[in-house]
């Protein structure tokens, strides 16, 4: 196993995995929250936690 891929064995699994993430493969099954629970700004905005 090549440090510079660490965990992943190569490149290619550790693109695979990035597109997991992206891709919400990783995503656990459950009930959608309320709109009015669900922020729409990201990190990079503006609106503070309740």
Do not use: K, V
């Not at 891709?23 to 990201?42: F, K, M, N, V």
């Amino acid at each position: 196993m090549a440090a510079q891929h660490a965990p992943f064995c190569s490149q290619g699994c550790r693109d695979r995995d990035l597109l997991n993430w992206l891709g919400e493969g990783y995503r656990l099954p459950g009930t959608q929250a309320p709109a009015e629970q669900i922020s729409h700004g990201g990190l990079d905005s503006d609106e503070s936690a309740d």
